[in-house]
């Protein structure tokens, strides 16, 4: 089992950063990936960006300029720079850790509030 902890959610105004974290503890041997996703209010949650273990980053068009991933995954660790947030940005942030095929662990969240 590998638990997922965030931090750094929390209330900006528009135009402004936060810095999300996530440590992974328990067995986090051989994890593939440290993802982050959200969820905005009445909305599915959704994959933001893409931290692989050899180092490769993906995001979603939305945050392509803005929002930069980076972590030690064998070390447990992601974090999400998020520049210029908008409003749009506003929602529950995960962390999730995956084992590939199928195994994806998720953290409980942080709220990110972004005011306009």
């Known amino acids: 089992q590998v638990q997922l902890v965030e931090s750094g959610g929390g209330l900006v105004q528009a135009g402004g950063s936060l810095r999300l974290s996530c440590v992974a503890s328990?067995?986090?041997?051989?994890?593939?990936?440290m993802n982050w996703h959200r969820q905005a209010p009445g909305k599915e949650r959704e994959l933001v960006a893409i931290?692989?273990?050899?180092?490769?980053?993906k995001y979603i068009d939305s945050v392509k300029g803005r929002f930069t991933i980076s972590g030690d995954i064998s070390g447990g660790t992601v974090y999400l720079q998020m520049d210029g947030l908008k409003s749009e940005d506003t929602g529950v942030y995960y962390c999730?850790?995956?084992?590939?095929?199928?195994?994806?662990?998720w953290g409980q969240g942080t709220q990110v509030t972004v005011s306009s």
């Open positions: 999730s850790a995956a084992k590939l095929p199928e195994t994806v662990f």
């Open positions: 328990g067995n986090i041997f051989g994890l593939d990936a």
């Open positions: 931290l692989t273990s050899v180092g490769k980053t």
